[in-house]
């Protein structure tokens, strides 16, 4: 019996598995998941995990009740942070709202530009694996990620003041400039003169039974990459 023979993993990383390789590869597992593998077998074999620390993290992380209490305005129904985690033998998950019939994923933008971008871009394919995991472990099948557009919180605004003030050198000879200069990094950063109902973005999935069972298939596949990394 191998050791990863049990190994589940997270629903935000099942995007990342299912890449496929490009064609005439034996194995059919795809560059970006072979790198994910590779991660999760380091993680377990010598304890070390992957820090991951940027901007639009440490955003999001900041503003998840703001954002589910724009959520809950919009959609006039009250909606409370999950704290529960679920799994099964294949995955693990934490969604972030789960309701009587959907779950919901809050996906904070870093700017108006951003926020509106998803518009004009084809379905995040991680987002929506992320969803339909979600949605086999919890039993529902409907679910949403939701796209809100929330004020930058004021430590981030701060840092983004001291960065340019530090790259510009301020003087008193363009003490204005830079002024005018943190004016803009506010004007991007604060929506509060934005509706709300312009301030959200949602994309329903339904499950299907035919794509979680190719994901649950993929993940037999990476555990024996895995154990073939032992």
Excluded at 39 to 51: A, F, L, P, S, V
Aim: net charge negative; with cysteine; glycine share 6%.
């Amino acid at each position: 019996m191998g050791r990863f023979d049990n190994y589940k993993f997270h629903c935000s990383s099942l995007g990342e598995i299912m890449t496929d390789a490009r064609s005439g590869k034996a194995d059919g597992l795809g560059e970006t998941c072979k790198k994910h593998l590779l991660e999760c077998w380091i993680d377990e074999t010598y304890g070390r995990k992957q820090n991951i620390e940027n901007r639009y993290i440490q955003k999001g992380l900041m503003v998840e009740e703001s954002g589910i209490t724009l959520l809950s305005r919009l959609k006039k129904q009250f909606f409370v942070k999950n704290e529960q985690t679920f799994e099964n033998e294949f995955i693990i998950g934490t969604p972030d709202i789960i309701t009587a019939d959907m779950v919901r994923d809050i996906k904070s933008s870093w700017d108006i530009y951003t926020f509106y971008m998803v518009l004009y871009k084809p379905v995040n394919k991680h987002y929506e694996y992320q969803l339909r995991g979600y949605m086999d472990l919890t039993g529902r099948d409907i679910s949403s990620v939701d796209y809100v557009l929330i004020d930058t919180p004021e430590p981030i605004i701060s840092q983004r003041r001291r960065k340019l003030m530090y790259d510009m050198g301020v003087t008193d000879d363009n003490a204005r400039a830079y002024g005018e200069a943190c004016a803009e990094i506010d004007r991007i950063s604060l929506y509060g003169d934005i509706p709300n109902e312009k301030r959200h973005i949602g994309m329903e999935f339904k499950a299907s039974p035919e794509i979680i069972g190719k994901v649950y298939q993929r993940v037999k596949e990476c555990r024996e990459f895995l154990n073939s990394l032992s």
